[in-house]
């Protein structure tokens, strides 16, 4: 193998003097590079990247599945390093924004934290289960949850040690029901999430009300029981659009789901 | 250059039979795409991949310029065909909602444009200096301003017609100065704009104030005197959030500045 080197060499100096070739080379590319994830896709008329990028700022709403073209696309991006780099610049970015604060040490300053996707990762479910491609199914979600093994993700967990450290207390506010409190604490204690001001789950009062309805609910009653949201961080726009969302707000990545 | 492609081809064929070599084809492989714009980053410690989401999702704000290591990332990413893509995402999921609608055909149904890398693209002025690595020179750019020659952002335009041939009016508003009324209105109109309900610019009531209190009170008389904003359509977040925002907003990439 040791003509790969030199034919590798012998051949960015060729294209890169004959651009007009690009076309035909930056099929072959993609061939060579399937775990970039981010490498763009090649999808006849789809770019999986631009999707993700329509869906990450909000552009695409609504979707129910990620399209069955860009399942590679979505698996690889999410098992590979970008994902993880992605998350560490927003937890960066909101680190840099709460450790700036002049804040007053009186016990009222909240940092709200969503739970899936954000302070738990559910990629091992999603791996078994098409990365998003397939509808999203209850029961086999519920029965996941309820195994309680869920891992951290590590970003947010290392940004949530550092705002308890600052005297910033933990609020998490969830989509997962009452019925799943006990699991819920375990699962967060087990990897690393040992204290928190609220653990607030869907009550059966916010039944047929959306998440984006929930959450702007539970915030003001946070915020008329005293509290200052200094920032507040999820997954989902709906995490951190509506009402009282808090002083500056972080939006994770999640190519795999939408939840309105 | 016949070898070209046979030379590819073979390449192809042996790299993808060998992928424990990944690491050492990786370098290589970013020397062979420059113009892929979706590559992630050759800057140890800062991907620019990373950094641009962190951009366009509003995470990462309140920036003067591009990171220079980020220079020749960000110059691919707009000159290639990622930028067109991704573009091409946001306003087609803009005229799929458009036309979904059930529209009174009462004249009061605008949708909102922004101007600057949004109707109109700067990418040659940008080009020639440093596509966002430069801090803003205001002197330079209203030169370039005055020319009156920047093209349309081609998907931008689509959307216009199509939205006039929906009987939907366009109203721009624009964070350029009154004194550029004459030049925007000449330029709009030379690259295919001939029409519109309004355009707004910065009047100097509003100096001193930002972009984001300017357009939302913009927006607001807009409201106020009539018109219902079923559209709004910007490169920067200052130009989609705060008041009256519209039914539904669309953000354009732009990872060359900030605006707030």
């Not at 100096?13 to 072959?28: D, I, K, L, N, R």
């Not at 954000?118 to 791996?127: G, K, V």
């Not at 009300?209 to 920032?231: D, H, M, P, Q, W």
Request: with cysteine.
């Amino acid at each position: 193998m040791e003509i790969l080197p030199i034919l590798v060499l012998f051949l960015a100096t060729v294209v890169s003097t004959t651009q007009g070739y690009e076309p035909f080379v930056t099929h072959h590319i993609h061939l060579l590079r399937p775990k970039s994830g981010a490498g763009g896709d090649s999808v006849p008329g789809l770019s999986c990247l631009s999707w993700r990028l329509g869906v990450e700022t909000n552009n695409i709403i609504n979707w129910k599945t990620v399209p069955a073209e860009c399942e590679s696309y979505v698996g690889h991006y999410l098992l590979g390093h970008q994902y993880r780099k992605d998350s560490k610049v927003v937890t960066n970015e909101a680190w840099l924004y709460a450790k700036s604060l002049n804040l007053t040490n009186d016990g009222k300053n909240v940092w709200v934290f969503d739970i899936d996707e954000t302070t738990l990762s559910n990629l091992p479910y999603y791996a078994d289960h098409g990365f998003g491609t397939e509808l999203y199914n209850s029961t086999a979600f519920n029965t996941w949850v309820l195994e309680g093994t869920a891992p951290a993700l590590p970003e947010s967990l290392k940004l949530y040690k550092k705002l308890l450290k600052l005297g910033v207390k933990v609020v998490f506010i969830t989509g997962r029901g009452e019925d799943q409190r006990n699991v819920t604490t375990t699962n967060l204690k087990n990897v690393g999430y040992h204290t928190w001001e609220k653990l607030v789950l869907k009550g059966s009062t916010y039944s047929g009300n959306t998440s984006y309805v929930y959450k702007s609910a539970e915030r003001t009653k946070l915020v008329k029981s005293g509290f200052r949201i200094i920032g507040n961080i999820g997954d989902q726009w709906s995490d951190i659009l509506g009402t009282n969302v808090g002083n500056r707000t972080f939006k994770l990545p999640d190519p795999m789901y939408y939840i309105s």
